[in-house]
Each structure stands twice: as structure tokens, then as C-alpha cells.
């Protein structure tokens, strides 16, 4: 786990380095002019969705409780990119993304949840469905459950 000053862009991109699963809690921002240029804030400043190609293996999974990490933007006619669709071609089998702001305070039960569910083998999309489930039914905590999708197939 890197905290605070230890979550300099260079380490964390050497913890992700063929990570059987990554968690990243930071700010994330979408860049619709640019969205490999989308990023997510780090004590040094931003990783952006280029620096993920700089690894010699991508994260088998990988956890973004952080905003608009699921965004995309349209590119040309038939394409969409941002961090998910940048992932998921450079090897990550499966990533845990969010399409809007949520509530910090309201996503640790789900990321909570969500780990219990991978540690019991399930798949992130399986986990995800139960960690939704498990949340209080107040409006905060059923958005932010609902604000986060899974890809891929891990």
C-alpha cells in the first residue's frame, strides 16, 4: 500500500507492473479534448492513461474508485478511448472503473464489499453486482454503487 508521499508516479507505476490486482484511490480527471490525457492525481502529480504503456505488463485486474475513470471519449467514427479502453488492450483482463464524481465516504462500503467478493473467487463483475447489493438503501450510497461498472472478463 502507498500512502501520501510514498504514491509518486515512477512507484506506483513499478507496484503495477504485472500486479495480479491493483487498487488506486485517487482523484481522477477526463479529459474529453484529449483522453489519453485523462489522469489520475498522485503525490507528484498526474499519471496519465500514456504512463500505463511504459509497463512491461499491465495489472491482471485493476480497482479505480476514483471519478470519471470509465469515461470515454468518441475518436473518429467507430472508436472510444479513455483509461478503460486503454487498459484492457494492454493486457488487463478485467478493470473496476467509475463513469462519474461519487462520494468518497459512500464508496468504501462498496470497495469493501467488492474486495470480499474477490477474495471469495468471484469475478470483479460478480463481486461488483454483490458489493451494489450489500450497500445501505439511502440515495448517496445506491448512486455511488450504481456509478461504477466492471469490464472485461477477469
Not at 58 to 80: H, K, M, N, Q, W
Not at 100 to 119: C, Q, S
Not at 133 to 152: E, I, M, N
Amino acid at each position: 500500500m502507498l500512502e501520501g508521499d510514498e504514491a509518486r508516479v515512477p512507484r506506483v507505476l513499478r507496484e503495477l507492473d504485472g500486479a495480479a490486482l491493483a487498487h488506486i484511490a485517487a482523484h481522477g480527471t477526463f479529459r474529453a479534448d484529449s483522453p489519453l490525457f485523462s489522469s489520475l492525481r498522485m503525490a507528484d502529480g498526474p499519471l496519465i492513461v500514456h504512463d500505463f504503456e511504459r509497463l512491461d505488463r499491465s495489472p491482471y485486474r485493476i480497482i479505480l474508485p476514483c471519478c470519471d475513470t470509465a469515461r470515454f471519449a468518441s475518436v473518429g467514427a467507430d472508436e472510444l478511448l479513455g483509461l478503460v479502453t486503454a487498459l484492457l488492450p494492454l493486457g488487463t483482463a478485467g478493470v473496476v472503473a467509475c463513469t462519474a464524481p461519487v462520494n468518497d465516504a459512500a464508496a468504501v462500503p462498496l470497495m469493501l464489499a467488492l474486495h470480499k467478493g474477490l477474495d471469495a473467487g468471484l469475478s470483479l463483475a460478480e463481486a461488483l453486482r454483490d458489493a451494489r447489493a450489500s450497500l445501505p438503501g439511502d440515495a448517496v450510497h445506491q448512486a455511488t454503487g450504481w456509478a461504477f461498472t466492471a469490464f472485461g472478463a477477469a
